[in-house]
Nanobody
Framework: QVQLVESGGGLVQAGDSLRLSCAASGRTFSSHAMGWFRQAPGKERAFVAAVSRNSGVTYYADSVRGRFTISRDNAKSTVYLQMNSLKPEDTAVYYC????????????????????WGQGTQVTVSS
């Protein structure tokens, strides 16, 4: 039903910025709450940021709040993650995820709540 494809990852230095994109297929993007997760080597996959269907609500993990910004453009069926002031601890594979919902202001922080996942994009931050 929904396919998600991440892009924009790469190798950057600490303090730099990077913008990730997640493009969704189909015509139902606006009916999905979206989120970003990341998984570092040897670590569990962790929540990063979430946005509601209509961009009315956003939520961030404590580790990225103030540095990262999640946004979406429903006309382009794309969700973004703007990452500023990157740290080596941000190094991970970043995944885009979606969940259908009828609640326009709902957002989700547990990976088990999401039903659609992208393939991931690598972000590496050197010191």
């Amino acid at each position: 039903q929904v396919q998600l494809v991440e892009s924009g990852g790469g190798l950057v230095q600490a303090g730099d910025s990077l913008r990730l994109s997640c493009a969704a297929s189909g015509r139902t993007f606006s009916s999905h709450a979206m989120g970003w997760f990341r998984q570092a080597p040897g670590k569990e996959r962790a929540f990063v940021a979430a946005v509601s269907r209509n961009s009315g609500v956003t939520y961030y993990a404590d580790s990225v709040r103030g540095r990262f910004t999640i946004s979406r453009d429903n006309a382009k069926s794309t969700v973004y993650l703007q990452m500023n002031s990157l740290k080596p601890e941000d190094t991970a594979v970043y995944y885009c995820a979606g969940r259908f919902t009828t609640r326009t202001l709902n957002y989700y922080v547990d990976e088990s709540d999401y039903t659609y996942w992208g393939q991931g994009t690598q972000v590496t931050v050197s010191s």
